[in-house]
């Protein structure tokens, strides 16, 4: 990934698509319909396992 910003985006249903689309690390639950988990870079734990914390850590991980 370039200079930041980086935009990383995290969803777990259709209304997330668009945020998705404009981020440059994608994150679906594992919940998640199966369009975004096909746009993802990331697959995290579904919500109730605490998976956009994970998510998130892994994806800024990648970064450093």
Do not use: C, H, R, W
């Amino acid at each position: 990934f370039g200079p930041f910003p980086v935009i990383i985006g995290a969803g777990d249903d259709y209304n997330d698509i668009t945020l998705l689309e404009a981020a440059d690390i994608k994150v679906a639950m594992a919940n998640a319909p199966q369009a975004l988990l096909q746009m993802a870079n990331l697959i995290a734990p579904p919500a109730s396992e605490e998976g956009i914390i994970k998510g998130l850590t892994e994806a800024i991980s990648e970064m450093l």
